[in-house]
């Protein structure tokens, strides 16, 4: 449904996004993960015609972005960071302007805008002020405006931004719903929104892809480098010595925390889990034992172990 | 076509429910309410004057009151204009880029020419719908005249204004589309009609045909002629292609919103 070519765009010196390519098959969710300023925003500007790209190609249902802008933008649902909104119109008669620009024929619109109100669940503001809604209905408004003409691809940038957790909750079920007829590409800094509701990811840093993956594979990938963190009463040259003779333990860091306890980072193999090891070794020397958990990676951190990871496969190749 | 009025109409819609719009408006109906009443009698006044004067020495009153009175309320319409239309323009793409609505139009399929035409269609037309009060005024007027002036004046007089209006909110629209912020619009587009305008003054100090093409440039010059209620080809060759030009500049402008960094 989306072919996305090498595509580059360049502002000036700036390289936003960089030789992307990815493909989204009908029906599919597609997770865009990036931190902030990583060229999600832009890719998405591409897509739906909003801005020309610098070089290569993306093509929607066929059509190229560039050369059959109408026709993509035709069939493109899309929703902005900040909701594209009028405060002075009620959300109706927001809905039906909305619809008429997009080309909803005059007979089906009524039918339309009541289906978009309803499944971004707004059928009761249907006559309020655009301005009186809070930024969850706001949100759902734009929602519910990239919904509005039954559109193949749609296209949402940060969709759950500024909504409560119910809201969000509620907007990751309506994005699930709609896949299968509509084809959607959501971007988001949010790991565990990609794993709940997307079937593939593309993961997006400084205008380059780190990874394109499903987020059951992503994630067990990810595991590969796990982390325990562990909070001891005992001195702490010996329990880093103690924690380093643990066989797959490859890297243990210290640090002083209050009350004379240690905080110690043990760095594992993949695929091992050495938490049962590191407990009885602690309790074998006879340390109080206060804390002992797996450390999930941040968002950069996994940027981060993607991109070494590459250099590491890439450099045995060379 | 379907595009066009979709555009129309929310702009229609917008209008009614801003208060720029009704201000503008207001402020307009106040004050050319008020200059009409000054100038019908100040000629009023004049023409007692000189039929006073005729008792006396046996002079034929030679003051046609109905063609003055509108001569000189035309007049004072173009500079009404001058000073309110640039604030029905303003906002019409700067609001947009501000709010970020912009990036809804761009990506919907309609043209850029498309979103221009609705944008303008409907700044004209709350411009016509702000005139129309006024002809209630010279109406009063000419059925009152005896004999009755001719409806060419009238017609002429209409006609000139809306052809600079139209001039003055294209040239509006285009400034709004340069900016994020409605004053800078604002001002700018002021200040543009107002150097459109002086033009004429700048002419009549050189000679030669820097002259001619200063008092041709001039955006009050054609309108003269159309107070008097002669319909010159120039002048309406003027204004027709004052308008396409910045319609068209804005339609680029639009165009070019997509290549720089939104």
């Known amino acids: 449904m989306i072919e996305v070519q090498d595509l580059t765009k360049a502002y000036g010196s700036v390289t936003a996004v960089d030789h992307v390519s990815f493909t989204v098959n009908k029906g599919e969710i597609l997770g865009f993960l990036g931190p902030n300023g990583a060229g999600k925003t832009t890719t ?15 093509r929607v249902a066929g059509f190229d972005v560039f050369a059959d802008s109408l026709e993509v933008r035709r069939r ?11 405060p002075e119109m009620t959300v109706e008669s927001y ?12 007979e089906r619109r009524a039918d339309r805008i009541t289906d978009a109100l309803q499944k971004a669940g707004l059928a009761d503001k249907r006559n309020e002020l655009i301005k ?10 734009g929602l519910a405006q990239a919904l509005v003409h039954d559109p193949d691809v749609i296209i949402l940038d940060e969709p759950t931004v500024g909504l409560d957790p119910k809201q969000i909750i509620e907007v990751r079920h309506l994005i699930k719903s709609l896949a299968g007829t509509h ?9 565990p929104e990609v794993s709940m509701t997307c079937d593939r990811v593309v993961i997006i840093n400084k205008g380059k892809i780190a990874a394109v993956d499903t987020p059951q594979n992503l994630t067990s990938r990810l595991k590969g480098g796990q982390r325990i963190r562990v909070e001891a009463q005992a001195p702490e040259k010996p329990l880093q010595e103690a924690l380093a003779q643990i066989s797959g333990a490859n890297r243990v860091q210290t640090e002083a925390a209050s009350g004379g306890h240690i905080i110690a980072t043990i760095e594992s193999a993949p695929g091992q889990d050495l938490r049962s090891q590191i407990a009885a070794r602690i309790v074998e020397k006879g340390w109080p034992l206060y804390e002992l958990r797996g450390v999930s990676l941040s968002l950069e951190e996994i940027f981060l172990e993607l991109t070494t990871d590459d250099a590491a496969h890439a450099q045995p190749a060379a | 076509m379907r595009g066009i009025y979709a555009v129309y109409r929310k702009e229609m819609g917008n209008y009614f429910v801003s208060p720029i719009a009704y201000v503008v408006v207001g402020v307009f109906l106040l004050l050319s309410a008020f200059f009409f009443n000054r100038i019908l009698a100040y000629f009023i006044q004049q023409s007692f004057a000189m039929e006073m004067q005729s008792m006396r020495f046996g002079m034929p009153p030679e003051i046609d009151v109905p063609s003055r009175v509108m001569q000189s309320f035309f007049g004072i319409l173009s500079s009404l204009i001058l000073f309110l239309t640039p604030a029905l323009t303003m906002g019409v793409y700067a609001e947009e880029r501000k709010r970020g609505t912009m990036e809804l139009l761009l990506t919907s399929p309609l043209t850029e020419l498309e979103i221009v035409l609705g944008k303008f269609l409907a700044s004209l037309s709350l411009f016509a719908i702000m005139l129309l009060p006024t002809a209630s005024y010279l109406a009063f007027m000419y059925f009152r005249s005896d004999p009755l002036p001719p409806w060419r004046l009238l017609l002429a007089g209409y006609g000139g204004v809306l052809l600079m209006g139209a001039s003055i909110l294209a040239l509006g629209s285009f400034i709004s589309s340069l ?6 619009a604002t001002v700018l587009t002021f200040a543009a009609v107002l150097i459109l305008w002086v033009l004429d003054f700048g002419a009549s100090g050189t000679q030669g045909a820097l002259t001619q093409v200063l008092a041709y440039l001039s955006i009050i010059q054609h309108y003269q002629d159309f107070t008097r209620g002669i319909v010159d080809t120039s002048g309406l060759i003027y204004y027709v292609s004052f308008v396409i030009l910045f319609l068209f500049l804005t339609v680029r402008s639009l165009d070019s919103m997509r290549w720089r960094r939104a």
């Open chain 2, 179 to 184: 900016t994020e912020n409605q004053l800078i």
């Open chain 1, 183 to 191: 084809t959607i590409i959501l971007s988001t800094h949010i790991l």
């Open chain 1, 95 to 106: 809905l039906d302007f909305v619809a008429r620009i997009k080309g909803v024929p005059p």
């Open chain 1, 76 to 86: 493109i649902g899309y929703l902005p960071e900040n909701p594209p909104l009028y």
């Open chain 1, 44 to 58: 998405m500007r591409i897509l739906t015609g909003f801005m020309p790209a610098t070089g290569g190609t993306a």
């Open chain 1, 132 to 141: 009186r809604l809070s930024r969850g209905y706001k949100q759902r408004v």
